[in-house]
T-cell receptor, first 116, second 113 residues
Framework: AQTVTQSQPEMSVQEAETVTLSCTYD???????LFWYKQPPSRQMILVIR??????QNATENRFSVNFQKAAKSFSLKISDSQLGDAAMYFC?????????????FGKGTTLSVSS | NAGVTQTPKFQVLKTGQSMTLQCAQD?????MSWYRQDPGMGLRLIHY???????DQGEVPNGYNVSRSTTEDFPLRLLSAAPSQTSVYFC????????????FGPGTRLTVL
């Protein structure tokens, strides 16, 4: 079974600095998708960024970028120029490609605090 | 376009009571699912549906029932609430089972005393 591991329960960063959140996953599939979700105190789950496994180029969304290492099964999230509004819990998630009933599999989350 | 809606936002139950958590989406999405979120556990899949009339179990289905009579609605029923079911519950949907972007509702915080 696929698993997703986030080894950092908590991280902290100062405003304007850069922080990297780690995620590793285990799968025998070659086609899949990876996601980072943000959950602020409001509890709403917000999609931050997504990566298709067949794409070698790392995904970027404004200040958010990923370092996708397929052979190492690693998918880290880098937040540049951190802002107070980035404080949240971040979840890494995995989904197989092409399976009708496939759900997202989530890691346990990393709580990010941002200080001024 | 309201997206995915859940009611209620908060609920307190006594052990043994039953209740239904409501979930609706107005995006004509085929795939809907229910997760529970517990501290230190991430989100775990309870049940899911790939279309009206079709449901299946996820990772933690015990104590929960679902049905999908319409495309829009996917209620989650707690048959006899237990303290172990104290959690935050999220409903999610996506356009089709093969699509990847998943939309989440705002969650329901349930406490079972």
């Amino acid at each position: 079974a696929q698993t997703v591991t986030q080894s950092q329960p908590e991280m902290s960063v100062q405003e304007a600095e850069t922080v990297t959140l780690s995620c590793t996953y285990d799968t025998s599939e070659s086609d899949y998708y990876l996601f980072w979700y943000k959950q602020p105190p409001s509890r709403q789950m917000i999609l931050v960024i997504r990566q298709e496994a067949y794409k070698q180029q790392n995904a970027t969304e404004n200040r958010f970028s990923v370092n996708f290492q397929k052979a190492a099964k690693s998918f880290s999230l880098k937040i540049s120029d951190s802002q107070l509004g980035d404080a949240a819990m971040y979840f890494c998630a995995y989904k197989e490609e092409g399976q009708a009933g496939t759900a997202l599999i989530f890691g346990k989350g990393t709580t990010l605090s941002v200080s001024s | 376009n309201a997206g995915v809606t859940q009611t209620p936002k908060f609920q307190v139950l006594k052990t043994g009571q039953s209740m239904t958590l409501q979930c609706a989406q107005d995006m004509n999405h085929e795939y809907m699912s229910w997760y529970r979120q517990d501290p230190g556990m991430g989100l775990r899949l309870i049940h899911y549906s790939v279309g009206a009339g079709i449901t299946d179990q996820g990772e933690v289905p015990n104590g929960y029932n679902v049905s999908r009579s319409t495309t829009e609605d996917f209620p989650l029923r707690l048959l006899s609430a237990a303290p172990s079911q104290t959690s935050v519950y999220f409903c999610a949907s996506r356009r089709g089972a093969y699509y990847n972007e998943q939309f989440f509702g705002p969650g329901t915080r349930l406490t079972v005393l």
